[in-house]
């Protein structure tokens, strides 16, 4: 099924139709690039998937606490997508422009179809999207991902992205994505980690924000796990 079919199917009916929807069409003006957006629920966000009929490539890490070496990262990146098929691969991630969010115009310019699932807490704190997705999916959320306190069960947004994903590569990566590669591999998905660092100065100044130790270690939840 062709992509503007898709996009009909999942997303019907005339303007105002879609607006009542919490649908969105954002403009890169400089790109000539359209994002939907969409508040969707668990069953929309699989039939979305589905209807591809693409496998799903879905990166997790660090987001606001960025990289060390921004450009190891890209270039980790870079080496994994060069293996998918852009006719038959979408490429995932959690929507916004920090961090792991920089695979986006990577993924664009190999000419990859791009997808974000991401908590309702980004649209709450107004925070950036990526300008090289294509599709965002906001899932009804308390938190930002990652067990639910207390819980070995998956925050919804977690849920969303591990559920709709075909193979899950992390790039470092804090508690959210440690949980999500857990439950990737526990649910039989490949799962594959590489180790890069957070941004020391990011993770300093948090900590004195805090008023906590300065750490020392910065190689994040995720590298512990795996």
């Known amino acids: 099924m062709r992509l503007s079919t898709l996009r009909e199917a999942i997303f019907p009916g ?5 607006v009542s929807l919490c649908l969105v069409a954002c403009s890169d ?3 000539g690039q359209t994002r939907t957006t969409k508040t969707a629920t668990k069953a929309e966000i699989k039939a979305f998937f589905q209807g591809t009929g693409k496998a799903v490539v879905t990166f997790v890490g ?5 990289y060390e070496d921004q450009a190891a990262m890209i270039r980790a990146a870079e080496r994994i997508l060069d293996d998918f098929d ?4 979408i490429v995932n ?6 961090g792991i969010g920089a695979i986006y115009e990577l993924a664009k310019r190999k000419g990859f179809v ?9 649209r709450r704190d107004d925070v950036a999207l990526s300008q090289y997705v294509d599709y965002v999916f906001y899932v009804k959320d308390a938190t930002w991902g990652g067990y639910l306190k207390g819980t070995k069960r998956l925050s919804p947004t977690s849920e969303a992205m591990v559920e709709n994903s075909s193979i899950v590569f992390g790039i470092g990566g804090g508690e959210v994505t440690r949980d999500e590669l857990l439950e990737a591999k526990r649910s039989g998905k490949k799962v594959q980690f590489f180790a890069a660092d957070m941004n020391h100065q990011k993770a300093q100044e948090k900590a004195r924000r805090k008023g906590l130790p300065l750490p020392t270690d910065f190689r994040g939840a995720a590298h512990a796990a795996f």
């Open 14 to 18: 005339t303007l105002s139709t879609l």
């Open 29 to 31: 003006m400089g790109r």
């Open 62 to 66: 660090y987001s606001g606490s960025g």
């Open 86 to 89: 852009p006719r038959t691969t």
């Open 93 to 98: 991630s959690g929507a916004t422009a920090e």
């Open 114 to 122: 791009t997808t974000g699932i991401v908590s309702s807490q980004a």
